[in-house]
């Protein structure tokens, strides 16, 4: 098993910032999940249009870390999961303020190959000619998680590990694939859209058989200094105009998914 984890991914680590605002300005800062980079950027704009004076700052990562990062006492205001674990983890110690807490998108989990890649099924992953197959770390990453559940319930699991590539993310998993690093990945759907000339779609896990349901959580934290627009932006997601966006991002609906939020996972 390879953990290369050497190569800056860009969504990591990284505050985005969305100023113009007068003096007395209140900063929400958002944690989300790496791969809500793309339509949070987008609505982060947007949350701030609507409040003069808001600044809206994101820091994206890996789930894992950013709860890891929370617990530890960083000034976060709302944390963006994408898997409940995380959730429920914060929520079991307190962390979280959960009457704020709600399911926002859902997604789906795809196998990927670069464009003139022969790759067809799940199975050929454990063949001689793929080397490499990009997985994000299942011990933090949520992609990763889901990956392992599709590949032990596809019986290929142990195979597959011994030519894993750990990222660090779902973003730095997409990019060893995009950069020849791996024959193979397996990423969010959304992710995979991201890039749509230097990836192709192989194969969709299904939902509720290879793994469990891929659940976007949201709520505000805590410890937040600014408990007034922090919940604002936490009602924001689910909004007509914050979902459209999600939409065109490639994330479906949480209509129906709010019976799976308390899952352990």
């Known amino acids: 098993m390879r953990r290369f984890y050497a190569k800056p991914v860009a969504a990591v680590g990284i505050l985005v910032l969305f100023t113009s605002v007068p003096v007395h300005a209140e900063t929400v800062i958002v944690s989300a999940a790496a791969s809500l ?3 949070f950027t987008v609505l982060g704009r947007m949350f701030a249009a609507q409040h003069k004076g808001v600044t809206v700052r994101f820091n994206f990562g890996s789930s894992g870390a950013l709860e890891q990062q929370i617990e530890q006492g960083a000034p976060v205001d709302v944390f963006a999961s994408a898997a409940v674990k995380e959730m429920n983890h914060l929520r079991t110690e307190h962390l979280i303020v959960n009457a ?3 399911n926002f998108a859902t997604n789906r989990l795809v196998l990927i190959a670069p464009p003139g890649s022969p790759l067809k099924t799940w199975h050929q992953l454990t063949t001689g000619w793929v080397r490499h197959v990009a997985i994000s770390d299942p011990a933090s ?3 990763g998680r889901y990956a392992r559940e599709t590949l032990l319930h596809k019986g290929i699991w142990t ?3 011994k030519k894993a590539v750990l990222g660090e993310n779902v ?3 997409l990019q060893y694939v995009v950069d020849g690093d791996a024959q193979a990945g397996i990423v969010f759907a959304t992710d995979a859209k991201i890039v749509p ?3 192709k779609v ?3 896990a299904v ?5 469990h349901p891929i659940v976007y959580p949201v709520a505000v934290v805590a410890a937040t200094h600014h408990p007034l627009f922090a919940g604002l932006f936490v009602k924001f997601l689910n909004s007509p105009p914050a979902q459209a966006v999600l939409k065109r991002y490639g994330f479906l609906s949480a209509i129906g998914a709010t019976s799976v939020k308390n899952r352990k996972r």
């Not at 939902?207 to 793994?211: A, E, F, I, L, N």
């Open 100 to 102: 704020t807490r709600h």
């Open 141 to 143: 990453v949520p992609s």
């Open 171 to 173: 973003r730095q998993t």
């Open 159 to 161: 195979a597959v590990l």
């Open 197 to 199: 000339h230097k990836v």
């Open 37 to 39: 980079t793309n339509a």
């Open 207 to 211: 939902p509720g058989t290879d793994h």
């Open 202 to 204: 192989v194969r969709v």
